[in-house]
DNA sequence: AATACCATGTAAAGAGTTACATGATTGG
DNA sequence: CCAATCATGTAACTCTTTACATGGTATT
């Protein structure tokens, strides 16, 4: 299971909560991997249970309190020991391209439609992407922590870049039939 | 979910066996699903019980007995209704970037065998997609149908295309720390 | 003689989604 | 006043993976 360790290497870069954790999904953690608070919690209980991580409770006066999370020595052997198990190439899911699929049972606009649709979505993590790719990584000169970071954000650019071209062939194709 | 869609979707097009549908998992469905025998063996079942297939058994000498499995009128508006409904663009969860991610734990070589062999692993998916689309789609015109299923192969070579780059580049910006 | 292919499944465990639940504070 | 944000969870359900199970035929 990956999550875990999604989560026991955000917490090795800063302690946080499930909290924060979510909202990281939201955004850098969120260029490859997808999880819920809901699975987010759970997860942070079983992993402070096997000893992966400390948990702080961090009072607060005008906002709920906090579970603060941090990786322990365990916790990051137990990473370290992940990085050199090798892992498989991510199978694709893609609910769109069972439609793409399925296309002689509706109506090519049915299909443009919802590639319109679907475009729209991929544009706007493009814009977001480079929208951090600017702020986070203007300098020139990156270390070896920074390198990697950069390479997931480049990766999540390049995706949404290659879903656009995608849909605007795909729409071209289809104009032929609508 | 969309394992029961992509089943009926492949059914309408030619009637088929559990065993043939999980081969087909293994080519043309495969550049955007992927699913287990035991998976569709117990999803085909669901499905018949639901009235949207028909079995037949087809009795074999040399050979195990086959189910063939065809889709019913009340699956094929099934599969209608389903086409209408505007689906979200599916979320990645990729193990290889979680690793990068976490890249501060391990050594930059480490990392960089384990993106040698996933951009193994793409090439060789490429070329198997190459070699389809030589063998398939040869002809210039194509007609709706023919289209559809066109472009989720297109889809298969430009994601792994764009592995294969992603990859190149990720090489060349780990060999300065390695 | 060993391996791969054909062809079907069951059972248990793990991962992920959806719905429900609570309650104060801040911003428009 | 309404919506969003902060902050944590439980419960039920669905989906996926892994392990187990069988047994004949064809190929190297």
Redesign the interface.
């Known amino acids: 299971m ?1 999550l875990s ?2 989560l ?3 917490l ?2 800063t302690p946080a909560s499930g909290y924060d954790l979510a909202r990281r999904f939201g955004s ?2 969120g ?4 999880a819920s608070h809901q699975q987010i919690y759970k997860e942070l209980a079983k992993l402070s249970e096997q000893g992966f991580l400390d948990v702080r409770l961090e009072q607060q006066s005008k906002r709920p309190n906090r579970k603060i999370y941090t990786l322990t020595p365990l916790g ?1 052997s137990h ?2 020991d992940w ?2 198990q ?21 109506h ?1 606009s ?2 443009i439609n ?1 590639l319109q ?2 475009r729209h ?2 544009q706007q993590k493009l814009a977001l992407y480079q929208s951090i790719a600017q702020s986070y990584f203007a300098a020139e000169e990156l270390d ?2 920074q ?6 954000l ?2 999540g650019l ?2 949404e870049k ?2 656009l ?2 849909c605007d ?2 729409l071209q ?2 104009a ?2 609508a």
């Open positions: 990956a360790h999604a026991l290497a955000s090795g870069k850098s953690l260029y490859f991997w997808k990051e990473l370290r990085l050199q090798e892992v498989q190439p991510a199978e694709s899911r893609d609910e769109l391209l069972v439609k793409i699929y399925a296309g002689q049972w509706t090519p049915q299909l919802e649709a679907h979505k991929h070896y922590s390198t990697c970071m950069r390479l997931t480049d990766y390049s995706y290659n879903w071209n995608w062939q795909a194709a289809l032929h039939f």
